[in-house]
């Protein structure tokens, strides 16, 4: 017999449910994913909607349990991530967005990070002909516009929160992957973290340490056109994104790199032999921008029915 939640676990999760900060991160989480759909109206971008499951989903740059199933012979996965829905997208529409739910069956020991649920939401973009730093700036303002949205709203929630009043109208801090690494080690995006009062961007990040779709940057050989944006006090990485590889004999060697299958994308390499465009675009993941927005130590108390990496849930 499969494991199924306890009557102690289900009480737990119903007494979860209607808590004062789950309550407080939904009234959050309204305020900020209305404002962002207007920024990004207002930007000429169109909605498209999600791809909950595909043949193809994001390889991801670390393991992953991959469910799949079986539906009319063919087999489909949850998806991870938009990426390449986007990219085929993108030609047609040169301004998308869309939120996104994504499955990601994490390993047990991501349950102590307290920025890891198994089952979340990304506001997905991108954009045709953009580079990096044009989609950095519209994650910059993304980020302002909702948390002075949230402030016109429920300024109480962020009565304790300071730092994220006061995040600043100018561009945040940009560091690259490599000064980091040096000065930090192998921590240093979360030593990082833990130092900074704002948010900041890691730029130029080595090609082993991502996925096969970021571009690589052609003054510089290994490192990637790409970009995380880091969340300060800790909060660690809630932004991922960067200009995308578009050729598709580029595509195959960068495949083959990573010692993927190309078989495995192989509905992807076609379709970029039909025709792929430059873009650039990032995910931010709600609940982890919810979370910061309003303090929580743990992810969990931003979801009313939070997946939690190695953990039974409703
Ligand atoms: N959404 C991210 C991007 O656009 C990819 C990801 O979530 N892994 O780059």
Redesign the pocket.
Known sequence: MEKQLEVSELSNSIRHLSSDKVKSALLVNTVVRGKMSSVLRSLKFIEVPPVIYSQIT?P?NHPVDDPRFTYGGVEYSLT??M?FH?QLLVKNFPRIFTFSP?VRLETAEKAKTGRHLTEFT?L?L?VRDATREDVMKIAESLIRESVLEVKLFYPEILEKRKNVIDIPSAHFRKYRYSDLRDKYGKDFEMETSSREKQPFWIVDIPLTER?FY?REDENEPGILKDMDLIYPEGYGEGI???EREYLPERILERIKAKGQAPSQFRIFTEASSMGLVPSA???IGIERFIRYICGYERIEDVHPFPKIPGESSL
């Open positions: 994001d991801l991870k991530s990426i986007k994504n990304q997905d991108e996925e970021d991922s994104g960067g675009g990032f995910g």
